[in-house]
């Protein structure tokens, strides 16, 4: 009902009245007043006056029913532990694929390795749970599809050179502004799920003991649509996995990167490994040439660019 709400005061200049909104809706006057309040408790600016109610403001905030044809799949809170542990639970539940839980805050919101992901409101923090008709050893191509879709949006969005470090972290100026994690679980052969975490910098400010973070808000000078960038980004996104857009995805990949050719630092579960990166493979796994001329095939780890 907040939708069609919605809609209906979205598509007139001026106010709209409570009896047309009543008729036009097939429920009361005062079931009407009750959804306004609670749009207006949301964050909704809807004044009222004698000739009915004025939709003045709306806030940036991605509840389901802003979402047209995704409603049902979209899940969000105002503040949640983790979207990703959120997610998991509803995908070993069966929940249909695209569902999507977003938080507006994070309290223990996670990165590689474990590593804490400061979350505070302002950022875009959502899961996306796939289900993706693919044998695990093909799961890489999703997050590798899932970073290029989001730099590719963010650059046409905003005009920025957004560029990818492996795995997939999204940086602006060589300053991070996103992070990625991905979560799978198979069955035999097939892909049960695939969670796809992100986190994005938007209208937040990084904290002091992330000097190598920045945000959208940051680089532009100003605030931006979060609900804006979530709309085309998970449209885009779907429309290229419907598409199985992910079979040339590590070349593709390879144009928006500023890892290779550089020097790195690679932290894994049980070593650190430096060299440079010279390639990525089929398989999305990181080529690093070590000091003694040797070839490093590193499959998951957190990269760090080294500053010449």
Same mark, same amino acid.
């Given at each position: ?147 290029? !879709? +989001?730099? #590719? ?7 920025? %050179? $957004? ?5 997939? &972290? ?88 500023? !890892? +290779?050719? #550089? ?7 049980? %070593? $650190? ?5 010279? &390639? ?29």
């Amino acid at each position: 009902m907040k939708r069609r709400i919605l809609e209906n005061l979205r598509t007139k200049d001026g106010a709209v009245s409570g009896q047309v909104l009543s008729a036009r809706l097939g429920i009361s006057r005062v079931s009407i007043w009750k959804h306004i309040q609670q749009l207006q408790a949301l964050g909704y600016e809807i004044t009222s006056s004698a000739k009915g109610y004025h939709l003045k403001n709306s806030p940036d905030v991605p509840y389901p029913w802003e979402f047209t044809g995704r409603k049902s799949k979209i899940i969000y809170h105002a503040e949640l532990s983790s979207t990703m542990d959120a997610a998991k639970e509803l995908a070993r539940k069966g929940c249909p694929d695209y569902t999507t839980v977003i938080a507006g805050r994070q309290t223990s919101g996670r990165g590689r390795l474990d590593r804490q992901w400061s979350s505070e409101k302002g950022g875009l923090y959502f899961t996306m749970i796939l289900r993706p008709d693919l044998p695990p050893v093909l799961s890489f191509r999703v997050g590798f599809l899932a970073s290029l !879709t +989001l730099a #590719r949006i963010l650059n046409e969005m905003f005009g920025l %050179d $957004v560029r990818v470090k492996w795995p997939n &972290d999204l940086l602006v100026d060589e300053r991070k502004i996103c992070g990625m994690l991905s979560e799978l679980e198979a069955e035999a052969d097939r892909v049960s799920f695939i969670n796809i975490g992100i986190g994005l910098n938007v209208n937040n400010d990084p904290p002091p003991n992330e000097p190598a973070a920045t945000s959208l808000k940051m680089t532009l000078g100003r605030r931006v649509s979060q609900k804006e960038i979530l709309f085309r980004y998970l449209d885009s996104f779907e429309a290229q996995m419907q598409a199985a857009a992910y079979d040339d995805v590590i070349d593709r990949w390879k144009h928006y990167t500023v !890892t +290779l050719n #550089r020097h790195v630092r690679v932290v894994t579960t049980r %070593d $650190v490994f430096t060299g440079k990166a010279v &390639d990525v493979d089929d398989t999305g796994a990181l080529i690093l040439e070590c000091s003694d001329g040797s070839l490093k095939t590193i499959r998951f780890g957190d990269c760090f660019h080294q500053i010449s």
